[in-house]
């Protein structure tokens, strides 16, 4: 079956440095979601990416979708106490259904 | 407008008890997603509908677990018997069905199985 792998799975950065997370996956996407979880939390959607080579921004966070359409990748500049949380990269698998990558636990320390 | 409503926020059971997980989509969202949370397998699909019916169950993980959705805005999903490996976050989630829309996620129930 498709499989989605993020990395790394965890992250402590101190305030102010840049956080990377990286969505990988086994076949060709069609498109793809990047979530985030706060702690304690839901998860919330961010963006939608769906064409190659394709970059997005939010404020900070900037979203990359490979060439390939193989792989994305969630930049944030300069994080902030209000990063925390797990970001999950969620792939479209056809008919409705997302396949949720395994997440990447970013931690802040001020 | 309200998001989706899950309910019941907490839940404790003894080992073999029945339990019966609800939720209330956003309105006009025509797919309803339910998920499983734990740190080991992480953010698992368990079953979607769509229109109310069941499209893909693949994911509900033996017999015991059973998902209705008798009209559009409401579903369950229903362990029987439970059993402390069932012990996890469960979301429900809903979006408009088109496709590749984006999933509303409902503030989970947290379940311990003991």
């Known amino acids: 079956g498709q499989q989605v792998m993020q990395i790394p799975q965890y992250q402590h950065v101190q305030e102010g440095e840049d956080f990377t997370t990286y969505c990988n996956s086994s076949?060709?996407?069609?498109?793809i979601q990047w979530y985030k979880q706060r702690p304690g939390g839901h998860p919330v959607f961010l963006i939608q990416l769906v064409k190659s080579g394709e970059v997005k921004k939010q404020k900070r966070l900037t979203f990359q979708f490979g060439e390939a359409k193989k792989n994305s990748s969630l930049h944030i500049t300069a994080t902030q106490t209000t990063d925390v949380g797990t970001y999950f990269c969620a792939v479209f698998s056809g008919t409705y259904k997302y396949i949720f990558g395994t997440g990447t636990r970013l931690k802040v320390l001020a | 407008d309200a998001g989706v409503i899950q309910s019941p926020r907490h839940e404790v059971t003894e080992m073999g008890q029945e339990v019966t997980l609800r939720c209330k989509p956003i309105?006009?969202?025509?797919?309803l997603f339910w998920y499983r949370q734990t740190m080991m397998r992480g953010l698992e699909l368990l079953i979607y509908?769509?229109?109310?019916?069941?499209?893909?169950d693949s994911g509900m993980p033996e017999d015991r677990f059973s998902a209705k959705m008798p009209n559009a805005s409401f579903s369950t999903l229903k362990i029987q018997p439970s059993e402390p490996r069932d012990s996890a976050v469960y979301f429900c989630?809903?979006?408009?069905?088109?496709?590749?829309?984006?999933?509303?996620f409902g503030p989970g129930t947290r379940l311990t199985v003991l």
């Open positions: 989630a809903s979006s408009r069905g088109q496709g590749t829309d984006t999933q509303y």
């Open positions: 076949t060709t996407l069609s498109n």
């Open positions: 509908f769509n229109n109310n019916v069941p499209i893909d």
């Open positions: 309105s006009g969202h025509n797919s």
